[in-house]
């Protein structure tokens, strides 16, 4: 599975950005998409994921309220909507994928194929 991330860019604090994450290769073994984000000198933080065949939403705590996460099955793509932006939210995210029902949606060692990076930038 290949993972294309876009989306990301400089913005002031109070605006929205939208990102996308689009799956190539074998999506058919898709399970769930998550965001997560990393700033230097930082662990890399868990943001959003969503199932890929079934109901559920799980979000970390900084960006619950604010973040939405959803997906388009045809289009093979996840998204993450993200409303009000503070300068806290500035880090490259991460789009990952997870192939199997093993590991907690919210950690890292769950996915198995990660996108590039975007990006977001929220000045004050």
């Known amino acids: 599975v290949q993972l294309q991330a876009s989306g990301g860019g400089l913005v002031q604090a109070g605006a929205s950005l939208k990102l996308s994450c689009v799956a190539s290769g074998r999506t058919s073994s898709l399970y769930g998409m998550g965001w997560f984000r990393q700033v230097p000198g930082k662990e890399r933080e868990f943001v959003a994921s969503i199932a890929w065949n079934a109901s559920g939403t799980y979000y970390g705590v900084p960006v619950k309220g604010r973040f939405t996460i959803s997906r388009d099955n045809a289009k093979k793509t996840a998204y993450l909507q993200m409303n009000s932006l503070t300068p806290d939210d500035t880090g490259i995210y991460y789009c990952?994928?997870?192939?199997?029902?093993?590991?907690?949606?919210?950690?890292?060692?769950?996915?198995?194929?990660w996108g590039q990076g975007t990006q977001v930038t929220v000045s004050s």
């Open positions: 990952a994928a997870k192939v199997s029902g093993t590991g907690v949606y919210e950690h890292t060692g769950a996915y198995a194929y």
